[in-house]
Each structure stands twice: as structure tokens, then as C-alpha cells.
């Protein structure tokens, strides 16, 4: 339903991959008869022109969601949170967030073994620990002043939330 001109109901941003949004969220929009968009490339590079229809879905859609998985550092994605959230808010929608706890970085095992790769994956994931644990517990702050601004512990719990939204079909 990821229409190219009008604006959706619904913004699926986050961590591409992880089948979070083909798998789970997209069906449940579809039952749901909501409209959504999905910035997910399928084998192409992102472009600038990109950027700027990401920017005004983000913009105008009613509810903005952000899933991180737990495989990927999504540092860019995390970074944006806080900025997507506060306009969010201050635009009157909603913002719908869900970051997976156990960070672990999906590479290769044998990358882990290198001497010289194991320093440079263990403090990527130190920082992607961090990182995630900042993120959550500055949104649950701030979702304890709002309605508009959930922290889902699952991808069940997002679901939930669009159907509570939306209408359970």
C-alpha cells in the first residue's frame, strides 16, 4: 500500500532487515486497512532523493514507528530517535519505538576470532549497548508525560498498539 505521492498513515523507520517489518508489521497494517510506507530499498542505493521523501513521510504520517532489532548497530537510526520523536510529539502524532534488548552484532564467527577484528567488534558492541540503553531510557521518561509516545517492549507490542490505533479488524 506504499503509495508514492500521497502521504501513509503509517511510517515503518528503523533498523532495515530482520523481516520485522515484511514478516510482522505490514501484514497486520494490511488487515488493518492502513496505509504505510516502507523506506526499505530491495537491492538498490539509497539516494538523496531518498532522504527527502523519508523526511516528509516522517513529516506528515499520522504515527511514525522505529524498530531496532538486536543484530545491528543502527547507530544513525538510534541517533535519529530523539529528533524524530520530539517533532513527532510536537506535531500531534504519534511515535511508536521498539529497540530489542541483547545487542549482539551480526558478523561472521570467524570474524570474531581475528586478533585484530575482536577488539574493533567488542567495542562496537559496547557502544551499541550503550547507545540502545540511552535511547530507551530517555524515551521512557519521556513517554511517562504522553499518550502520543509508546515504548514497545516487542514487535507484539507495537502491533498492539497500531491496532489499538487503528482498530483491531
Known amino acids: 500500500m506504499a503509495d508514492s505521492t500521497a502521504y501513509p498513515q503509517v511510517a515503518l523507520f528503523g533498523a532495515i532487515g530482520g523481516g520485522w517489518r515484511e514478516e510482522r508489521v505490514i501484514p497486520a497494517l494490511e488487515a488493518l486497512g ?29 504515527t511514525i514507528v522505529m524498530v531496532f532489532l538486536a543484530g545491528t548497530p543502527a547507530f544513525g537510526g538510534l541517533a535519529e530517535t530523539g529528533w524524530a520523536a520530539a517533532s513527532a510529539l510536537q506535531r500531534g502524532q504519534t511515535f511508536i519505538l521498539h529497540v530489542a534488548p541483547g545487542f549482539r552484532w551480526e558478523v561472521p564467527g570467524w570474524l570474531r576470532l581475528l586478533p585484530g577484528a575482536r577488539g574493533l567488534v567488542a567495542q562496537v558492541e559496547d557502544y551499541g549497548v550503550r547507545a540502545r540503553a540511552l535511547v530507551v531510557d530517555h524515551a521512557r521518561r519521556l513517554a511517562g508525560t504522553t499518550d502520543r509516545l509508546i515504548v514497545a517492549e516487542s514487535i507484539e507490542d507495537v502491533i498492539v498498539a497500531l491496532q489499538r490505533r487503528y482498530g483491531t479488524p
Open 34 to 62: 492502513v496505509t504505510y510506507y516502507d523506506p526499505t530499498l530491495r537491492g538498490r542505493a539509497w539516494t538523496e532523493a531518498d532522504g527527502r521523501r523519508e523526511a516528509e513521510v516522517m513529516a506528515h504520517a499520522e
